[in-house]
């Protein structure tokens, strides 16, 4: 079996179109790098920076991811590759000039092409699901180089809130299974202990217990922010019960760096949207396109 990995096989792809013919052609994304580096009237062509996204998209919606703006008929193989949150690939390709599509671990029907690969080889995904989380790339092999647009994709779902008092006194507040994690605060301030319990689909409950001990409160509220949406529950305290909170150590919040499992990139912003490489290719790329059996002999 061959080993799957993000963009393979550009290099004797792009090495095989390099002729005489098609060399002539002109890139659209070429010209538009032409055109936007005028100076008086001397032109020069500057290759943008590598271009990738963050995209937050709701759970149980459509996302819809789209390759670099170039002229299809330009484009020689188009493909798609994904890097899911469990470490699995999946790899779409499309090469233009037998009309072929090959797919190489791609199980999941949820995520296929927009249309036709030849008149649109954007992705979607519907509907989007937290196994989804991942590192989407899409790179368009041309005459005139490799271009290519990564995604990370980071799935919202909302928690479910809910906050009540217990039988020794104390309110407590929970924000169960969302993602990312919620924060929650507290009116009036008490003495809090807050926990978080994370779960294997990327979700994270978030549950603080609070009391006001030596204080007669009727009436506390929580408060739960999240990227979906914020939220604020009240509570009217039963009277006669004098809370008592046992103080746990600590669990201590760790900032995810949410791009680890996929890849590492550095953002940088560019007008020109997408990267053009016509020499600098690793090693890497060449196995995946002669595993799916779109190599040019």
């Not at 989407?136 to 980071?154: K, R």
């Not at 605060?185 to 809090?192: A, D, H, L, Q």
């Given at each position: 079996m061959p080993t799957h990995c993000v963009l393979c096989g550009w290099g004797v792809l792009a090495q095989a179109y390099d002729s005489d013919d098609l060399g002539k052609e002109t890139s659209g994304a070429q010209t538009l790098l032409n055109n936007s580096h005028m100076d008086g009237e001397q032109s020069s062509l500057v290759a943008p920076a590598e271009v990738n996204?963050?995209?937050?998209?709701?759970?149980?919606?459509?996302?819809?991811?789209?390759?670099?703006p170039i002229l299809s008929t330009e484009v020689v193989v188009t493909t798609w590759a994904i890097i899911f949150r469990d470490k699995s690939s999946c790899t779409r390709a499309y090469r233009r000039d037998n009309n072929e599509t090959k797919d190489s671990n791609c199980m999941d029907t949820r995520i296929t092409w927009v249309s036709r690969p030849d008149q649109n080889p954007a992705l979607q995904i519907d509907p989007v699901a937290t196994m989804h989380d991942g590192y989407?790339?899409?790179?368009?092999?041309?005459?005139?180089?490799?271009?290519?647009?990564?995604?990370?994709?980071?799935v919202l779902v909302p928690p479910e809130v809910t906050l009540f008092q217990s039988g020794n006194g104390t309110a407590v507040c929970k924000a169960a299974v969302g993602k990312p994690a919620a924060q929650i605060?507290?009116?009036?301030?008490?003495?809090?202990d807050t926990k978080q319990e994370h779960w294997d689909n990327g979700t994270v409950t978030v549950q603080s217990t609070c009391c006001w001990e030596g204080h007669r409160v009727p009436y506390v509220s929580c408060s739960i922010s999240h990227?979906?949406?914020n939220k604020s529950l009240s509570l009217a305290m039963g009277p006669g019960i004098k809370c008592k909170l046992k103080k746990t150590e600590a669990t201590p919040v760790v900032e995810e760096d949410e791009m680890q499992p996929y890849a590492s990139y550095t953002e940088k912003n560019n007008p020109l949207y997408d990267t053009v490489n016509k020499v600098k290719i690793s090693q890497v790329l060449q196995s995946e396109v002669d595993g799916l059996g779109l190599g040019i002999s």
């Open positions: 996204t963050s995209l937050s998209v709701p759970v149980d919606t459509k996302a819809v991811l789209h390759c670099p989407y790339t899409c790179e368009m092999v041309t005459p005139d180089g490799n271009f290519h647009h990564g995604y990370y994709l980071q605060s507290w009116t009036p301030e008490g003495t809090c990227v979906t949406g």
